[in-house]
RNA sequence: GGCGAGUUGGCGGAGUGGUUACGCAGCGGAUUGCAAAUCCGUGUACAGGAGUUCGAUUCUCCUACUCGCCUCCA
């Protein structure tokens, strides 16, 4: 069995990766805020760990991984956001407005998300829908001593837990020391964090033993990963920016509430993209969104490449230019696929999804093993590319199954988006006609040597956004990416 | 202030104690009516300094710079 070493922040070293049960496989990556659009560093996660979740099936077998990643549907973010809509005029009382702000942002999610070619995990538990566990969760911190109710809270008792800060490799003095915010009073160490706090009468809020109130943001992670993947698990994902405090204080109330595991084994931390250098976050106001990008034009592969093109543990920008290279390699990737001895139906893709002959490469799958190195993958890919187009069919077939490891063209739709035309444009214009009469021009001045109206015909088809290839026997037209119908109607 | 990560050719971006990826762009050539596509050839870079070593871009230390976390954040 292929042997995958990933980065473990917890040893901040590359290790080999040994599943607790290799029969059942278990990540648990944290997942969004749900009160807006995600946006690009929002997606980067997302992307890493779906090749993640794609090698571990890959490895252990599709029905021996279980992925779940959470929607956070409780936090003051989605509240203030529901409070504002209200002054804008919104009518509904905040519990309804906040429903249907979370319900809409996890469908736009779910949409953004489908178009990176991610897959969807097995389970996207809400935070809300698990209140009940985090109350126990709590309740048993009490019990134990690691946690401590006041004046409506229940905070974390950070002494109580001496590895607190081992994963982010801090300790509770030098972060007191550093601190820059002010301590309530009803803490007993200024480090301790929140499981629950108390809700106005409009704010969402579950009874509990210590009053109406809500969950603090931590505790939903331990408590829905715990449900859904059992006291220890093999591995946690989530954003650098999680590493402190979210993940430290994550660690901290799963092994005190279950001392006798270790919670998780394996913790992966994936870097920011950044806009000229600088981290994209909603605080600074610099970020946009998948959707912008989708809406730009640019293909959800294309983002996908991009974000592979860089090792997950290094920052990343996003450039016009990158994403023209990567679109640039996915025309000629599913080029080679199109002119290849393949043939693309829906049928076919159904069975070259299992067949083995059409299993990724292993110099692909070795390279996704070492830690995920996505952007030597996509070098073996070329290589694999080359020896397609000089005919090796080996090659090509282990060129389809190494791109969909990598979650590229897995459907008809996204191979001809990128091989070829697309077949509604292709029928609603003329393209058959004109390439006939640009044909039909050419043969005619090779005989008597006058290229010019074949010149002005593939001037103004080229101006029109169509690709003109030429080979000696055929002309072939197809709609590039500044397709203008437009222009074509002039040319009829 | 504390903690952590990084600095590779024109650009992007892997990797390695000695033979120096890969892609894009560029240049030269083949092919083509001209193009496109394709093919062939072409580039000796690893922030600075000191050390370890027969030998360092790769290991150690220092310096500079960049970035992240310490506050909600993927």
Redesign the pocket.
């Known amino acids: 069995m292929t042997e995958i070493r990933l980065h473990n922040s917890r040893t901040?070293r590359k290790e080999p990766f040994a599943p607790i049960d290799a029969e059942n496989v278990r990540m648990y990556v944290?997942?969004?805020?749900v009160y807006d659009r995600a946006?690009l560093?929002?997606a980067?996660?997302v992307v890493v760990f779906d090749v993640l979740y794609r090698l571990l099936r890959h490895v252990y077998g599709e029905a021996h991984v279980t992925y779940v990643r959470n929607f956070?549907d409780v936090?003051d973010?989605i509240n203030a956001r529901a409070r504002a809509m209200q002054e804008a005029g919104d009518a509904r009382s905040l519990n309804d407005i906040i429903r249907a702000l979370t319900d809409e942002t996890i469908d736009w999610y779910h949409a953004d998300m489908d178009a990176l070619g991610a897959l969807r995990p097995d389970h996207e538990p809400r935070a809300t829908e698990f209140i009940v566990q985090m109350v126990a969760m709590i309740e048993g911190l009490i019990a134990k001593g690691h946690a401590y109710a006041a004046e409506g809270h229940v905070l974390f008792d950070v002494r109580s837990y001496p590895d607190y800060g081992k994963l982010?490799?801090?300790s509770v003095d030098?972060?007191i020391?550093?601190?820059?915010?002010e301590v309530a009073p009803y803490k007993r160490d200024p480090m301790d964090f929140v499981l629950w706090k108390p809700s106005s009468a409009e704010e969402p809020g579950w009874d509990s033993p210590w009053g109406r109130g809500r969950p603090g943001?931590h505790i939903e992670c331990s408590a829905m990963s715990h449900e859904l993947l059992g006291p220890a698990f093999d591995i946690h994902g989530?954003?650098?920016?999680?590493?402190?405090?979210?993940h430290e204080n994550e660690i901290a109330q799963s092994c005190c509430a279950h001392p006798e595991a270790d919670f998780a084994n394996f913790w992966l931390h994936?870097?920011?993209?950044?806009v000229e250098?600088?981290?994209?976050?909603?605080?600074l106001g610099n970020?946009f969104t998948v959707r912008d990008l989708l809406d730009q034009g640019w293909p959800g592969e294309v983002i996908r490449f991009v974000m592979l093109?860089?090792?997950y543990?290094?920052?990343?920008?996003w450039?016009e230019?990158?994403a023209r290279?990567a679109s640039?390699?996915l025309r000629?990737y599913a080029?080679v696929l199109l002119t290849s001895h393949l043939s693309f139906t829906e049928s076919n893709f159904a069975l070259y999804r299992k067949h083995e002959a059409y299993k990724p490469d292993s110099s692909v799958v070795a390279a996704l093993s070492?830690?995920l190195?996505s952007?030597?993958a996509i070098?073996h890919v070329?290589?694999l590319v080359?020896r397609a187009?000089?005919g090796d069919t080996l090659a090509t077939n282990s060129l389809l199954g190494s791109l969909m490891l990598l979650g590229f063209f897995e459907d008809l739709a996204s191979i001809a988006r990128f091989g070829g035309p697309e077949a509604t444009l292709m029928d609603e214009y003329p393209f058959e006609e004109l390439a006939s009469r640009l044909s039909l021009l050419?043969k005619g001045?090779?005989q008597n040597k006058d290229?010019t109206a074949?010149?002005d015909l593939?001037r103004a088809l080229l101006e029109a956004g169509v690709?003109?290839?030429?080979?000696?026997t055929d002309v072939s037209l197809s709609p590039g990416p500044n397709f203008d119908p437009a222009k074509l109607e002039e040319l009829k």
């Open positions: 901040r944290c997942g969004p805020t946006h560093g929002n980067r996660p956070t936090d973010k982010s490799g801090r030098d972060m020391a550093g601190a820059r915010v943001w989530g954003g650098i920016d999680l590493q402190f405090p979210h994936n870097e920011m993209v950044q250098g600088k981290k994209m976050s909603k605080s970020f093109s860089t090792h543990r290094k920052p990343m920008d450039t230019e990158k290279e640039e390699k000629s080029r070492d830690d190195n952007h030597l070098t070329d290589a080359k187009k000089a050419r001045a090779m290229f074949v010149d593939k690709e003109v290839r030429m080979s000696k």
